[in-house]
T-cell receptor, first 113, second 115 residues
Framework: AQSVTQLDSHVSVSEGTPVLLRCNYSSSYSPSLFWYVQHPNKGLQLLLK????ATLVKGINGFEAEFKKSETSFHLTKPSAHMSDAAEYFCVVTSDSNYQLIWGAGTKLIIKP | EAGVAQSPRYKIIEKRQSVAFWCNPI?????LYWYQQILGQGPKLLIQ????????DSQLPKDRFSAERLKGVDSTLKIQPAKLEDSAVYLCASSQGAGAGYEQYFGPGTRLTVT
């Protein structure tokens, strides 16, 4: 069965420094992978998705993620954090059988001024 | 393009009471989802509709939860009677179709507190 593990429940970085949010997945086949962001009291928004095209995926707001099959990882990065990036981030994989979304537990990103 | 609408945004009820949530998906989206998000966890799918038919309700606690999408557009989710452990954010999402290539668009959610 597919699963997603977000390795950090909280990540704290200073504004202007790089961001790394880690995600490992398990899947029997070639998965589709997503990162969603949830700002306080707002709906979930898709940041980026991987669907077996280029392994380096660029998303909105300067975020990108790299699909590494050998490491079963899909880490999210951003070169320079901004205060507006403070939010909860979810790594998601699609089920092989019915394409439903399987969610990680989330990583809360804290930006220090 | 209008997004997914949900109401109410917040609801506080006592245990054993009933509550209903409403969702209006993006126009033209055939697939509608209800998720439950407990604090500190990722969303959990409760039910998936394709037009007005149920595709998957395997994780819906059917002894107390029900959902309908009678005309294939808006949807309601009901809890009767509520338990303390039902305290969560209930998210509605919609997509043009079902499958990995279709992005799900989420509403702002309804935060339910059961006391």
């Amino acid at each position: 069965a597919q699963s997603v593990t977000q390795l950090d429940s909280h990540v704290s970085v200073s504004e202007g420094t790089p961001v790394l949010l880690r995600c490992n997945y398990s899947s029997s086949y070639s998965p589709s992978l997503f990162w969603y962001v949830q700002h306080p009291n707002k709906g979930l928004q898709l940041l980026l998705k991987y669907t077996s095209a280029a392994t380096l995926v660029k998303g909105i707001n300067g975020f990108e993620a790299e699909f590494k099959k050998s490491e079963t990882s899909f880490h999210l990065t951003k070169p320079s954090a901004h205060m507006s990036d403070a939010a909860e981030y979810f790594c998601v994989v699609t089920s092989d059988s019915n394409y439903q979304l399987i969610w990680g537990a989330g990583t809360k990103l804290i930006i220090k001024p | 393009e209008a997004g997914v609408a949900q109401s109410p945004r917040y609801k506080i009820i006592e245990k054993r009471q009933s509550v209903a949530f409403w969702c209006n998906p993006i126009s033209g989206h055939a697939t509608l989802y209800w998720y439950q998000q407990i604090l500190g966890q990722g969303p959990k799918l409760l039910i998936q509709f394709q037009n007005n038919g149920v595709v998957d309700d395997s994780q819906l606690p059917k002894d107390r939860f029900s959902a309908e999408r009678l005309k294939g557009v808006d949807s309601t989710l009901k809890i009767q009677p509520a338990k303390l452990e039902d305290s969560a954010v209930y998210l509605c999402a919609s997509s043009q179709g079902a499958g990995a290539g279709y992005e799900q668009y989420f509403g702002p959610g309804t935060r339910l507190t059961v006391t």
